[in-house]
Nanobody, 115 residues
Framework: QVQLVESGGGLVQPGGSLRLSCAASGFTFGAYGMTWYRQPPGKERELVAT???????NYADSVKGRFTISRDNAKNTVYLQMSSLKPEDTAVYFCNTNYRGTYYWGKGTLVTVSS
């Protein structure tokens, strides 16, 4: 079955960097788009970045120029490189895919930006 497992979260100081990974299994990874979402404490989940099967990318305005989404189809993994992190980037980060009409989510990884 489809499984998505996020990793790479942690505590980082403002201005720092972090790279998140999402390992996928159970489907033909290279044929599907992948999306990173985040859910800040006490707030709703929001889209962060998307990458299509053809490596086209799109970003939320709040992270443009700071975050980069990429994928390695040989490793069935999607990444989110985060730089110039701000306290407002604190959230649980989830990866997501729509496989055959069903949305699948990982359990998330917590990113805390604090001094």
């Amino acid at each position: 079955q489809v499984q998505l497992v996020e990793s790479g979260g942690g505590l980082v100081q403002p201005g720092g960097s972090l790279r998140l990974s999402c390992a996928a299994s159970g489907f033909t990874f290279g044929a599907y788009g992948m999306t990173w979402y985040r859910q800040p404490p006490g707030k709703e989940r929001e889209l962060v970045a998307t990458i299509t099967a053809w490596h086209n990318t799109n970003y939320a305005d709040s992270v443009k120029g700071r975050f980069t989404i990429s994928r390695d189809n040989a490793k069935n993994t999607v990444y989110l490189q985060m730089s110039s992190l701000k306290p407002e980037d604190t959230a649980v980060y989830f990866c997501n895919t729509n496989y055959r009409g069903t949305y699948y989510w990982g359990k998330g990884t917590l990113v805390t930006v604090s001094s």
